[in-house]
């Protein structure tokens, strides 16, 4: 029963996930000396005033915890037949999100400590496809529970 509500809300978890790695999660600019820091999914790139690189930094990390996330989303799916270990997949997946927020919070202080800059920099669409996917993936539990409750009140009534 792949049409069920907590199948879109899971799927929108996923795209949610692909956006995550496609979008920047941050951009800093540096008003004194016109410099740029961009994160995305698996670069922190630190930009001059005309648009070149100076510094990149790998975060592949992110990139991976996104990529699982969006994966066991996917797999989540089709577990429709054992909702018990969809709730399960659907937790292990709300902690990754969580973690993933998490590092993507310290490595945007981090930065924010290391330029001494005067604001903390503006979060991209990236960052709050997380975030949305957090919600969706809240609402499938919720409707996998309704369908866990539904379940057993058939089972009492036979």
């Known amino acids: ?45 630190q930009l001059d005033a005309s648009g070149e690189i100076l510094q990149s930094s790998s975060n592949w990390y992110i990139a991976a915890l996104a990529s699982f996330a969006g994966l066991l989303a996917i797999i989540s799916i089709f577990q429709y037949r054992n909702l018990g270990r969809q709730m399960m997949l659907n937790m292990v997946n709300s902690l990754l999100m969580v973690g993933l927020v998490a590092i993507v919070f310290l490595t945007t202080n981090g930065v924010n400590e290391e330029v001494a800059a005067a604001d903390n920099g503006t979060y991209g669409i990236g960052f709050w496809a997380i975030l949305a996917a957090m919600v969706c993936n809240m609402l499938a539990n919720r409707f996998i529970r309704k369908d866990v409750a539904l379940l057993k009140s058939v089972d009492r009534i036979r």
């Open 1 to 45: 029963m792949i049409q069920r509500v907590q199948s879109i809300f899971l799927f929108l978890v996923a795209v949610a996930m692909g956006l995550t790695l496609g979008l920047d999660l941050w951009v800093q600019e540096v008003a004194d000396s016109g410099e740029v820091w961009k994160l995305n999914a698996l670069f922190m790139n």
